[in-house]
């Protein structure tokens, strides 16, 4: 497609966010094009290594700010046609009902404009799609409507110990929900998705196509429908004309470009999306663009046990506990998940959170066989001191890089706390050697919060901009409370019900 | 590293066990060696002899200085920085310079002790030096056939997963490996 004058919408991003949405706008019969950053990567040309993989993440400088500064690159954000799911680790629980009501049920935080009923259809409809293997009762949650479309994956060592040491504590654990396929899957657009080969590189991306990454998926069905992807298409601004999103300015191989349409989708995530809506000035008559930054608490806890584990083997998150949804005392709760790790990340951690370093630290690194882990992911509540803004510093582009304060409050101290007794106990139970813990934040939530009051809201319950026509913005900026759980399936959700709201304006 | 170890992570690498594009990597940084050119001659000696201290390795088996002088040459990012902590290249700098005048010639506890001080007074930049390292050590495949890491035979996937589940292949490699 060349520079089209008649597209219909135009998406900026192709992650969890932007790619659902493409293909259904795509379905409709919309002329569509998404513009991404980051470039395609096939599975099959995808080495097992970490390093080699590191070009499937966001490498451009980021600056971190505040008492507990967030890490980015490697740890946070994805560059590539399928975004964040290219390396994402496709756990999929879904939220529960009550995760979109905190302040009506703790007064604090916010509420969201929708509620579960108006996302469920959609959490049917993408688990069906991805071909999410899961356990056949779940023992949290409002009751499915349909079962998960594969069995659950087996458990890994890491797994295996938890839910053990769980059983000895009274605390009831599932198999999760994975979007990696544990039967094989023909894939609308793509072809015939393998089983996983429980090869435990998700989140280096995964080189057999059994990981439901978009590229895999909802992009591969979106060009099937005559949507077009630009890959290494960089996005440098928001263009407007006579009051109204028009399209974007981009670089692509050297050159700055345009491209104009009727509707502009903002899928960058919750750091791009911002920073292009500050550096185009476009979408902040609330001045809430880049507030209510938030990250989950991520504590991670881990040991060495006797057994020969081999925590690259398996899909890595493999057990589940949502017991811990509720905790008196405190605003909302976390999900307990298993962990299992590669062996650069668990070595990057390990120097970083334990600042252990010579003997010490090649000694315990020589261990790697034998370790397991056990992480959170726990509500964070939205601060008035977590916001992204602009720096000073300016990028190799000329723009200026984004500068992004974090601090936990009170409750996030809390949880993070009462997490880390729990882990710990339940490696003691399992009799683990050399426990440590480390003290993380995880997934970038927040900075363009959806809501119906315009004057402290930037988009409405759709992702509609309150302010400026022909903006629309999807992706994990948008949620107004970072939810108990991980993002990803939530996210894909409100892509379709973005994707559905559009068709309506755009045939009206 | 010895004949023997260099001769069976060779093997290990080109076997059929392994994917093409994880050879192709693997290979390649076995025996990746890097010309100093971002810092100086001074700069450069002292970063590799804080190197050896903090990750414990031998300079002519493994380049992990040269791997970061070179990551700094091509001005790469890792993707973020604390805001409080200057750009990488003239952190490392200012780490280094903060170590005692004669570091490489002190003992290995007096270099220790001085380690220990730079850890205290410079952690933000402290800590990224010593990720970098610990990410180059353990990515190195013979740091790997050493701790017995069997991760990049990907070929033909993983069947069993469980505690003690092993495959042969996953047993015979590294240095306790049985048949090496
Ligand atoms: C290591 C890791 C593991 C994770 N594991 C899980 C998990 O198990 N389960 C789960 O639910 N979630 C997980 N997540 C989170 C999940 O991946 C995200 O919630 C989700 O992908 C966010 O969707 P998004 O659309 O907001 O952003 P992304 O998926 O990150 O997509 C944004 C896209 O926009 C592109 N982009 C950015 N700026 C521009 C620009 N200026 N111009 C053009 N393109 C641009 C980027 O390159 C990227 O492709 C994980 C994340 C990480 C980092
Ligand atoms: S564990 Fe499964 S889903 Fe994950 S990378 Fe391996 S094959 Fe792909």
């Given at each position: 497609m060349t520079n089209n004058p008649e597209l219909d919408v135009l998406v900026i991003g192709t992650g969890a966010g932007g790619a659902p949405l493409l293909a259904r706008l795509a379905a409709a019969g919309l002329r569509v094009l998404a513009l991404e950053a980051g470039v395609r990567h096939r599975p099959a040309e995808m080495p097992t290594d970490?390093?080699?993989?590191?070009?499937?993440?966001?490498?451009?400088?980021?600056?971190?700010?505040?008492?507990?500064?967030?890490?980015?690159?490697?740890?946070?954000?994805?560059?590539?046609?399928?975004?964040?799911?290219?390396?994402?680790?496709?756990?999929?629980?879904?939220?529960?009902?009550?995760?979109?009501?905190?302040?009506?049920?703790?007064?604090?935080?916010?509420?969201?404009?929708?509620?579960?009923?108006?996302?469920?259809?959609?959490?049917?409809?993408?688990?069906?799609?991805?071909?999410?293997?899961?356990?056949?009762e779940y023992p949290w949650g409002p009751p499915r409507q349909r079962p998960y479309p594969h069995p659950a994956l087996p458990l890994n060592g890491a797994a295996l110990l938890m839910e053990q040491a769980a059983q000895q504590s009274g605390i009831r654990t599932s198999a999760a929900a994975n979007a990696a396929l544990s039967r094989p899957q023909e894939q609308e657009g793509y072809g015939l998705r393998p089983a996983c080969s429980n090869r435990g590189f998700c989140q280096a991306g995964c080189s057999t196509g059994a990981k439901a990454s978009l590229d895999v998926t909802y992009l591969a069905l979106a060009e099937a429908r005559g949507a077009t992807i630009w890959e290494g298409a960089q996005v440098t601004k928001l263009l407007m004309k006579g009051g109204r999103v028009s399209g974007a300015e981009f670089v692509r191989g050297g050159k700055t470009q345009t491209l104009h349409a009727r509707q502009v989708v903002l899928a960058a995530g919750a750091i791009e999306t911002p920073r292009l809506l500050l550096l185009s000035g476009v979408g902040n008559s609330s001045e809430q663009v880049g507030r209510n930054f938030m990250a989950h608490v991520g504590v991670q806890v881990w040991g060495l046990v006797d057994d020969d584990l081999r925590p690259y083997k398996g899909i890595p998150g493999g057990l589940i506990s949502e017991d811990f949804h509720r905790i008196p005392g405190l605003v909302g709760g976390y999900l307990l998940q298993s962990l299992g790790v590669m062996p650069v990340t668990y070595a990057t951690q390990y120097a970083r959170g334990t600042g252990k370093w010579g003997a010490a630290l090649s000694e315990h690194l020589s261990q790697y066989n034998h370790v397991a882990g056990i992480n959170v992911l726990g509500e964070c509540l939205p601060y008035a001191g977590n916001f992204l803004e602009l720096s000073s510093e300016l990028d190799e582009r000329g723009l200026p890089k984004p500068l992004i304060h974090f601090s936990f409050g009170e409750n996030e101290h809390r949880m993070a706390k009462h997490a880390e007794t729990v882990m710990r106990d339940l490696w003691a139970k399992i009799g683990a050697r050399e426990v440590w813990a480390l003290p993380r934040a995880a997934h970038t939530i927040g900075t363009a919060r959806m809501g119906h009051d315009p004057s402290s809201n930037v988009v409405d319950a759709f992702g509609r901009s309150h302010d400026t026509p022909g903006l629309w913005i999807?992706?994990?900026?948008?949620?107004?409370?970072?939810?108990?759980?991980?993002?990803?399936?939530?996210?894909?959700?409100?892509?379709?019900?973005?994707?559905?709201a559009l068709i309506a304006e755009l045939k009206a | 590293m010895s004949a023997q170890e260099r001769a069976a992570v060779i093997a290990a690498l080109n076997g059929p066990a392994v994917t093409a594009p994880t050879r192709a990597t693997l290979l390649e940084r076995l025996d990746a060696r890097y010309e100093r050119q971002f810092l100086s001659e001074?700069?450069?000696?002292?970063?590799?002899?804080?190197?050896?201290?903090?990750?414990?390795?031998?300079?002519?088996?493994?380049?992990?200085?040269?791997?970061?002088?070179?990551?700094?040459?091509?001005?790469?990012?890792?993707?973020?920085?604390?805001?409080?902590?200057?750009?990488?290249?003239?952190?490392?700098?200012?780490?280094?310079?903060?170590?005692?005048?004669?570091?490489?010639?002190?003992?290995?506890?007096?270099?220790?002790?001085?380690?220990?001080?730079?850890?205290?007074?410079?952690?933000?930049?402290?800590?990224?030096?010593?990720?970098?390292?610990?990410?180059?050590?353990?990515?190195?495949?013979l740091t790997q056939y050493r701790f017995g890491y069997a991760g990049f035979m990907d070929a033909p996937g993983w069947p069993r997963v469980g505690p003690n589940e092993l495959e042969a292949r996953e047993i015979a490699y590294g240095e306790s490996g049985n048949d090496q």
């Open positions: 970490e390093v080699a993989q590191a070009g499937l993440f966001w490498m451009d400088e980021r600056l971190s700010a505040g008492k507990d500064p967030v890490g980015f690159g490697r740890n946070n954000s994805g560059r590539g046609v399928g975004g964040s799911t290219l390396h994402y680790t496709a756990y999929t629980p879904r939220a529960q009902p009550d995760d979109f009501e905190l302040l009506k049920e703790f007064g604090q935080g916010v509420d969201w404009p929708l509620s579960y009923a108006d996302l469920e259809p959609y959490y049917d409809e993408v688990e069906q799609f991805l071909g999410v293997s899961g356990p056949s999807c992706d994990n900026s948008t949620f107004p409370s970072s939810l108990s759980v991980n993002p990803g399936l939530t996210q894909m959700a409100l892509s379709l019900r973005t994707a559905d | 001074t700069e450069f000696a002292r970063l590799r002899a804080v190197a050896v201290r903090l990750v414990p390795h031998d300079p002519a088996e493994m380049d992990l200085s040269g791997l970061i002088d070179q990551r700094l040459h091509q001005n790469l990012s890792d993707g973020w920085r604390y805001a409080d902590t200057p750009a990488d290249g003239p952190a490392y700098q200012g780490l280094l310079a903060a170590l005692p005048s004669n570091f490489e010639t002190l003992s290995g506890d007096e270099q220790d002790a001085a380690i220990h001080e730079l850890q205290a007074s410079q952690p933000h930049p402290f800590e990224d030096l010593l990720a970098e390292l610990t990410e180059g050590f353990m990515a190195h495949p």
